[in-house]
């Protein structure tokens, strides 16, 4: 493991943290990862989540936040690394995040890495393997929603997946419900992904990712006037999390497409 936290930091490019990383307990390291992700330093959370695993490989907190960094690292991979590179960090992020459930079956934030995770690592998938895997993300994120009705992550991932589901074509659906035993795509509609991600941005108005992904609803349902709305939120909100620059810049350009119209 200790060899895979190197690999890690060598990854995502961020230097290793000042501190003796093996000076300290597991919660002090789990403490600490918190506060280098606050610092938009996922490089160095990471480092410190795993060895809060290799103190404790059942630790509930160190593995979903640790699965939710991974994730992030993914994302800031640039687009010339090798998908074999992304696809790993997701897979390992899967892992952490069934940790975290089996550790904590009753906790909402394992839930939602678990939904989080499988969604992300699905992207690279064949359509049948992504067919596969939609009842988990969608399992695991109402269950997230079940345990803490107020997690406005949750709802987002429910946002998501009515959306990308209602995104594909007629006849992928069709044939998804009754040919690949995807009879869950009956749920999804187009309703559902505004209602559940109109309840992200109404539990966490400041989350820059929440709003974006709403535009790009209101956008694909033709409501540019609701769409520019969102995104001129977006361009005014502070940049919270790691991936917030990337957002706002995605948000730029949907706002392009969206005068082009």
């Known amino acids: 493991m200790l060899k895979a936290i190197r690999n890690i930091v060598l990854l995502s490019g961020t230097a290793a943290a000042a501190t003796p990383l093996l000076a300290q307990t597991a919660a002090d390291h789990v403490a600490m990862g918190v506060a280098a992700n606050d ?10 989540f795993n060895v809060a695993l290799e103190q404790d490989s059942t630790g509930y907190e160190a593995n979903w936040r640790g699965a939710l960094t991974l994730l992030n690292l993914g994302e800031l991979l640039p687009d010339s690394a090798p998908p074999a590179r992304r696809d ?3 897979s390992l992020a899967e892992r952490y995040a069934g940790r975290a459930v089996a550790a904590d079956s009753g906790g909402a934030d394992g839930h939602f890495a678990l939904a989080a995770a499988v969604g992300r690592g699905s992207l690279t998938l064949p359509q049948d393997a992504r067919i596969r895997r939609a009842g988990i993300i969608r399992r695991e994120a109402l269950r997230a929603i079940e345990l803490d009705p107020g997690h406005d992550g949750a ?10 589901i209602m995104r594909i074509s007629g006849i992928s659906r069709f044939v998804a419900r009754n040919f690949l035993g995807a009879g869950i795509f009956k749920q999804a509609s187009w309703n559902k992904a505004i209602s559940n991600m109109e309840k992200a941005v109404e539990l966490d108005s400041s989350r820059v990712y929440h709003r974006l992904e709403l ?9 540019g006037a609701d769409a520019e709305a969102q995104l001129h939120v977006v361009e005014s909100l502070p940049l919270r ?3 917030d ?7 730029v350009e949907l706002r392009r497409r969206l005068t082009r119209r």
């Open 241 to 243: 999390e790691v991936m």
């Open 39 to 48: 610092a938009h330093d996922p490089g160095t959370a990471i480092q410190h």
């Open 245 to 251: 620059s990337i957002y706002k810049r995605q948000g």
């Open 88 to 90: 790993s960090l997701y």
């Open 215 to 223: 535009a790009r609803i209101y956008a694909d349902r033709k409501r």
């Open 155 to 164: 709802y987002h991932i429910m946002g998501r997946w009515n959306a990308e």
